[in-house]
């Protein structure tokens, strides 16, 4: 059994990151998980939150928004809405990004009104990116 | 015959023009580097996500719980076209290229009986074909502004774009770009981005490890990508555009540059010829004054 795995970032408009990993820690939509090398094929949705990967080299951090992964017996691909390494995190993009979420909420609750499906979706995706930023010390407001 | 003033300024002003399309040239030169560049980084991701859409796509298959997005409306009645070009002319036939495939498609499909609608994107391609398909526009984002394509401008075209899918304003969508081969072959294409065409070769080229588990399921998922899907599409034809664009510039500066300098040749020989035939004629004038004395 191979000990590491391919593992990519990618976010539309780079690719972030292309390592062997040892182990990758995902933010699924349903819950993190950790993909091992000879991981089952799968494909999940993520969620906004903090993407860990270890490697030789040592562990790398990202900070993803959303997007899926693709898993696969021979490579890990991360597919990223957006994706920055954790360290160039601050405040400002915190808040910028938070705001997105709101106006995405704001939007939602107003075009959607009596479907609460929609409305749901972006709560979440807002009280995600909220929870994320208290992960790694930034304030949503 | 002009007379040798006349050919001095037209030399000057020829020179002066050679000026300025040597200097789009180098801008051009330096702006395609850059543009290549995201071009180039953008592809890994369309790549991978074609590829999961494939998967995901042969796994829905022909299932009539699957989206519209996937499966079509059932009907092909109401075409959009989304002619994506340049902001400003000057490039060579980029535009024009884009703006005739785009004008021979929807000509075809008038012809067929069907409904054509039109969104265009930059200025230049909604100059080129509005004599012809000015009815049928419906609405124009101005990407003037734009400075670096960002995937967040692709999405809001993509966003306006599936509004009116969802208020059932069309059927099938399809973009026009040009795709960006290299510094002189730009290539005008036409891609399907509604109903999602699945990518030739992909999807059934790996069978074997296609029991994938899908969380939270497929039709969530597809749910999510497809209108994604149709994004990604816009950021990767903006982006080969832009790459095209600047292409096309440089090549189209380098050869006015190259006709200025000839031009300013062949000036520059009739200038001295004339110069010589004046001389010529003074002198002829001297000696014959003297043979007559």
């Known amino acids: 059994m191979a000990d590491t795995v391919q593992f990519d970032l990618v976010s539309p408009e780079r690719l972030l990151s292309s390592v062997e990993a040892k182990e990758v820690q995902i933010p699924g939509a349903e819950g993190d998980m950790t993909a091992l090398p000879d991981h089952a094929p799968l494909i999940t949705t993520l969620r906004p939150g903090i993407l860990k990967v270890t490697s030789d080299k040592g562990v790398d951090e990202y900070v993803v928004t959303g997007g899926f992964a693709e898993i696969s017996p021979n490579g ?40 609460p499906g929609p409305v749901d979706d972006a709560a979440k995706l807002l009280s995600d990116m909220v929870a994320m930023g208290g992960e790694i010390g930034l304030t949503a407001n | 015959m ?37 071009a180039e980084m953008s592809r890994p991701y369309t790549e991978r996500f074609n590829h999961v859409m494939g998967k995901l796509a042969a796994t829905m298959g022909d299932n009539e719980s699957a989206p519209k997005l996937l499966r079509g409306t059932g009907s092909d009645q109401t075409h959009l076209l989304v002619v994506m070009t340049a902001e400003r002319g000057l490039c060579g036939g980029f535009n024009g290229n884009i703006a005739k495939l785009a004008r021979a498609e929807a000509q075809k499909l008038i012809a067929e009986g069907k409904t054509v609608k039109i969104i265009t994107v930059g200025k230049k391609g909604r100059d080129a074909i509005k004599r012809d398909l000015g009815d049928h526009f419906i609405h124009h984002v101005d990407m003037t502004e734009v400075k670096n394509v960002g995937y967040a401008d692709a999405q809001s075209i993509a966003a306006g774009i599936l509004d009116r899918f969802d208020a059932g304003e069309f059927d099938v969508a399809k973009i026009f770009f040009s795709e960006f081969q290299n510094v002189v072959t730009q290539i005008p294409t036409m891609q399907q981005v509604i109903p999602f065409d699945v990518p030739a070769g992909e999807g059934d080229a790996d069978d074997a490890d296609s029991f994938y588990d899908y969380e939270p399921d497929e039709a969530a998922i597809l749910a999510q990508l497809l209108p994604r899907a149709v ?62 004395l």
């Open chain 2, 2 to 38: 002009p007379s040798l003033k006349d050919l001095k300024t037209r030399i000057e002003s020829v020179k002066s023009t050679r000026k300025i399309t040597k200097a789009m040239q180098m801008v051009a030169a330096a702006k395609l580097r850059r543009a290549q560049e995201a």
């Open chain 1, 76 to 115: 890990i691909s991360v597919l990223a809405e957006q994706a920055l390494p954790k360290g160039d995190m601050t405040q400002e993009r915190m808040t910028e990004m938070v705001d997105a979420a709101k106006a995405t909420l704001a939007k939602a609750q107003e075009t959607f009104v009596n479907e």
């Open chain 2, 231 to 292: 994004a990604t599409a816009l950021f990767a034809g903006l982006l080969e555009n832009g790459a095209s664009e600047q292409g096309a510039r440089m090549s189209a500066m380098d050869n006015a540059t190259r006709n200025a300098g000839e031009m300013i040749d062949k000036l520059t020989i009739q200038f001295n010829r004339s110069r010589q035939a004046v001389i010529t004629n003074e002198l002829i004038e001297i000696i014959s004054g003297a043979e007559a």
